[in-house]
């Protein structure tokens, strides 16, 4: 597994994404410098020490699909996050053609 620093700069890089819109793990991957890294990405936000900070809620997987096991409330609780902030959610699914995030 990387070490605390990757995962830092993965935070850093979640931090930039705007309300109202979500990337990919495989976006982050890429923006933390490695576009093998996706599943780094869902381990360091699994284990994200700032929940409240860090929006990890606004990342999905490469189809746009919330995750089942969202780590703070369960897919449920990302749903309600992102539609909080004007994301539509259907059947678990973010329109990643509205919503992407575009650095």
Not at 19 to 41: F, H, K
Not at 56 to 64: A, L, M, T
Not at 72 to 89: A, D, R, S, T
């Amino acid at each position: 597994m990387k070490d605390q620093s990757t995962f830092g700069l993965i935070y850093s890089k979640v931090c930039l994404i705007p309300r109202g819109r979500v990337a990919t793990y495989g976006q982050i991957a890429a923006l933390a410098g490695n576009p093998r890294w996706s599943r780094v990405v869902g381990y360091a936000l699994h284990v994200n020490p700032r929940p409240g900070e860090i929006p990890c809620h606004r990342v999905v997987d490469r189809n746009g699909r919330v995750s089942p096991a969202f780590a703070f409330g369960g897919e449920n609780m990302q749903i309600k996050l992102l539609e909080n902030e004007g994301v539509e959610v259907n059947e678990g699914h973010v329109d990643l053609n509205k919503f992407r995030w575009e650095p």
